[in-house]
Every structure is written in structure tokens, then in C-alpha cells.
């Protein structure tokens, strides 16, 4: 039987130099399979907006969104380490907010740690929320909660000055106590001297292959979401075409009256029906 994967054993892989193997989930289904597939971490992140609810952006996703889909995975994931993504302004107006927040996603959503966006201004907020008790995952380079401020969802330190500023938010959200880093679309290159300069794992996202470990959108890589999939994303297999399938071939023997056969109804006795006919006419 397996058991419950700890921090501890996270940050014990980057030193044992094992890749570690993160997803997102939003709901029971995917947090069993991804129990079963035997990742390492699941996060139910705030891209549920985009790919679950149909909104343009993360920015409107809501705390109450959040536990609720929170809930849902956690029910299915016994051996994952689950990260529940703190939303946007749920840890932007005070430290106080961030505390109270951070404590009802793992109060109320139930899961084993938070996850926020920011480096160097962010760090006393990681700090607070860590000594409160709660294990916290940094997540810095493209932060799409302030993509608009980044000037769109596009790659992150390119010159010198925007590659030493992830370096240095790095190592800030690690003296915070951050106990890994997602890294979003960096150079390669970069992410490779992120992950060198920080004692903690570094978890990529189109950051490539020099990190401690890889993350991606379930839904980018199984090709259930198709409007809008990033250059980083490796499709493993296309499902959205499969559903179409099933769901057109559903429709057709629904109008063609082969849907339900006898096989499957429930059967009724003859003497049953025919005393139900007499009672009702």
C-alpha cells in the first residue's frame, strides 16, 4: 500500500536528483486517475477558470471556487502531495488576508499545502503564511494572475536585468521558506541557473528540461482544452476528438431509435404490467 508523499520527500528528490512529476486536477475523476498514474504532486491551480469554467483569464477564480474544487480532488488523491492555488487578491491586500486565506484553503478545501504567485515583494507574505503553520509553494517567471502587467502570457528573462531578478526571487521565496518553486516560461539556460541557485526543487513549466521536476495543464497535455495551448505543452494524446466521437454517435442512434436497446432497460413481468394497466385505466 502506498502512503501519503511528504514535503520532506520532495525536497529529499532534488538531492537524490529524481524528477519529480506534477499535474493539474479539478475534480474527482482526475484526482483518482492521478493517484493511479502515481505522480508526485497534484495541483488544483486557478487555471480551472480558464479550462474548467470558461473564463478568459484566472483573475476572477474566487476562494469559494477554489475549496470547491479543492475538495473534489483531494477526495481522490490519497498519495499525492495536493496544492490548492491561492487566487488572485485572496493574499495581494495584507498578510493577514494571505494567513486567513491560505488556512481555509487547507481548512476547508483540504489540502496539504498553498500554492502563490510572486518573488522578492512576496516574500514576507510566504514568510507570515509559513510560520502560521502552512507549507507554501512559490511560483515565479510568467505569474499569469498579473500576465497583463508582464505584457501578456509571454516568456520571462530575456535580458539580463529580468534573468537576475528570477534569480533573485528564487532564492528570496527560499529564505522565506518556500518549500519548492514553480518556474513559468523561462529560457532553459535560465532555469537551469534558477534550479542551481536555490536549495529547494524547482518545478518547470516551459522552463525545460534543467529543473528538478515538470508541470503541466492536464488538460493542455491530453488535448481535452484546445483554445488556447502554449508552445511549451507536449500533447500526449488527443481526447477532445474521442469525446466528439462518442457524443455524435450517441446522438445519431438517439434519433435513430437503436438507443436504448433491450439490453439496456429493466425488465417488468407480463402479469406485473398487465395489473398496472388495469389499475390506471
Known sequence: MNKKITIQEIQRAKKDNRKLVMMTAYDYPFGLMADEAGVDIVLVGDSLGMVVMGLEGTVAVTMEDMIHHIRAVVRGCRNPL??????FMSYNTSIR???INAGRL???G???VVKLEGGVDFAPTVAAIVKA?????GHIGLTPQTASALGGFKMQGKDV???VKIIDDARALEDAGAFSLILEAVPAPLAGLVTDSVEIPVIGIGAGAEVDGQVLVTHDMIGLF???????VKQYTQIRPVILEALGAYKQEVQEKSFPAAEHGFKMDEETL???????S
Open 82 to 87: 495536493v496544492v490548492g492555488d491561492m487566487p
Open 97 to 99: 488576508d494571505a494567513i
Open 133 to 137: 503553520g502552512i507549507p507554501v509553494q
Open 226 to 232: 484546445d483554445k488556447f495551448v502554449p508552445k511549451f
Open 161 to 163: 536585468d529580468g534573468a
Open 274 to 280: 398487465e395489473q398496472v394497466k388495469k389499475r390506471i
Open 110 to 112: 483540504g489540502c496539504d
Open 106 to 108: 487547507m481548512k476547508e
